[in-house]
C-alpha cells in the first residue's frame, strides 16, 4: 500500500560513533515520522569524516531515496563538514545565503559584513541553490537541497533546535508528500515471548497492511507483562485507525482463546 516517497535518517557526529552520547535525534524523528505516515527505511550514523559522509548520503541518492533527513555538523567548528560534504557529494559550490546572514546580523545588531565573525560566515554557508530557513530557537539553519531524485533536508544537531526545525518546516514537508497515514497502540499480555508470536504472526496475515512487535526488553520482570506495539497503515487517518480497531479486536479475541488477558499499555 505504501508509495510514499522513502525516506533515510543520517546522524552526524563522531561524538556519536563513539559512543559518547546517545543518538535520540533518530529515535524522536522517526517516532514524528511514523505519525505522519511516513516511510522510514533506513537509519544511518556516520562519523564527521567528509568522505564517510559523502559516501553515505551519495549512497542513499543513489538508491534514489525520496527524502534524506541529516542531522548534525552545521555548526561553527572545525569538525561541523556537513555543508562541505553535501556540496562535493552534488557538485555545488558552498555560498553565503544572504537572507540567513542578514538575519544574524540583525540578532547580533551588527551593521557591516566585515564585523561577522568566520563562525556566522560558516552558519550560513549553504549549497548553492539550496533553501534555508530560519532558525528561531538557534542558529544553524534548516537546509533543503534537491539532486537528482531526492531531497535533502539538514537539521542542526541539538535536539530542541532539530526538533522547533522539524516542527515548523520539515512535518508539513512529509505530510503533504505521503499517501498513507499509521495509527498505533500499545498493549500488555500475560504471555512469553514465544507463546505470543504465532499470534502476531495470524494478525499480520490476517490484515497485511498492519506490524506487530512484541518487547522482552521492556518487561520489567520474570513475572511482568509483556508489551506488544500493533501499528496499522491506512490510506487515510480514519482508515488506519479502522484497520488498527480490528486487528486490535482479532489480536483480543486470539489471546482470550488461549486463556490469557490483554490490557492496554
Known amino acids: 500500500m505504501n508509495s510514499s516517497p522513502s525516506i533515510e535518517l543520517f546522524s552526524i557526529g563522531t561524538e556519536l560513533t563513539l559512543g559518547r552520547i546517545q543518538d535520540t535525534n533518530a529515535y524522536w524523528?522517526?517516532?514524528?515520522?511514523?505519525?505522519?505516515?511516513?516511510?522510514?527505511?533506513?537509519?544511518?550514523?556516520?562519523?564527521?569524516?567528509?568522505?564517510d559522509i559523502i559516501r553515505a548520503i551519495g549512497d542513499a541518492v543513489q538508491r534514489e531515496t525520496g527524502l534524506i533527513i541529516i542531522t548534525?555538523?552545521?555548526g561553527p567548528t572545525p569538525d561541523d563538514r556537513t555543508v562541505e560534504a553535501v556540496c562535493r557529494?552534488?557538485?555545488v559550490s558552498p555560498v553565503v545565503h544572504e537572507t540567513i546572514m542578514a538575519d544574524f546580523?540583525?540578532?547580533?545588531?551588527?551593521?557591516?559584513?566585515?564585523?561577522?565573525?568566520?563562525?556566522?560566515?560558516?552558519?550560513?554557508?549553504v549549497?548553492?541553490?539550496?533553501?534555508?530557513?530560519?532558525?528561531?530557537?538557534?542558529?544553524?539553519?534548516?537546509?533543503?537541497?534537491?539532486?537528482?531524485?531526492?531531497?535533502?533536508?539538514?537539521?542542526p544537531g541539538p535536539p530542541r533546535e532539530m526538533e522547533a526545525l522539524f516542527?515548523?518546516?520539515?512535518?508539513?514537508?512529509?505530510?503533504?508528500?505521503?499517501?498513507?497515514k499509521n495509527a498505533a497502540l500499545r498493549v500488555m499480555v500475560n504471555m512469553l515471548e514465544s507463546e505470543v508470536s504465532p499470534l502476531l504472526e495470524t494478525v499480520m496475515n490476517t490484515f497485511p497492511t498492519t506490524y506487530l512487535k512484541a518487547y522482552v526488553a521492556m518487561k520489567?520482570?520474570?513475572?511482568?507483562?509483556?508489551?506488544?506495539?500493533?501499528?496499522?497503515t491506512?490510506?487515510?487517518?480514519?482508515?488506519?485507525?479502522?484497520?488498527?480497531?480490528?486487528?486490535?479486536?482479532?489480536f483480543s479475541d486470539l489471546i482470550t482463546e488461549h486463556g490469557k488477558h490483554m490490557e492496554l499499555y
Request: glycine share 8%; net charge negative; proline share 4%.
Open 220 to 232: 520489567e520482570g520474570v513475572d511482568q507483562w509483556l508489551p506488544v506495539d500493533i501499528v496499522a
Open 167 to 180: 516542527n515548523g518546516y520539515v512535518a508539513e514537508f512529509i505530510s503533504a508528500s505521503v499517501q498513507t
Open 234 to 250: 491506512g490510506k487515510d487517518a480514519a482508515d488506519a485507525q479502522h484497520i488498527l480497531n480490528k486487528a486490535v479486536t482479532h
Open 127 to 155: 549549497p548553492e541553490g539550496a533553501e534555508a530557513f530560519q532558525n528561531h530557537v538557534g542558529w544553524a539553519p534548516c537546509i533543503k537541497v534537491v539532486h537528482d531524485a531526492s531531497t535533502l533536508i539538514i537539521l
Open 89 to 91: 557529494m552534488s557538485g
Open 29 to 51: 524523528l522517526a517516532q514524528q515520522i511514523a505519525q505522519l505516515g511516513g516511510h522510514l527505511r533506513r537509519m544511518t550514523i556516520v562519523s564527521d569524516d567528509q568522505d
Open 72 to 74: 548534525g555538523g552545521l
Open 105 to 125: 546580523m540583525r540578532r547580533r545588531d551588527i551593521e557591516t559584513r566585515t564585523d561577522a565573525t568566520p563562525p556566522m560566515l560558516k552558519m550560513a554557508t
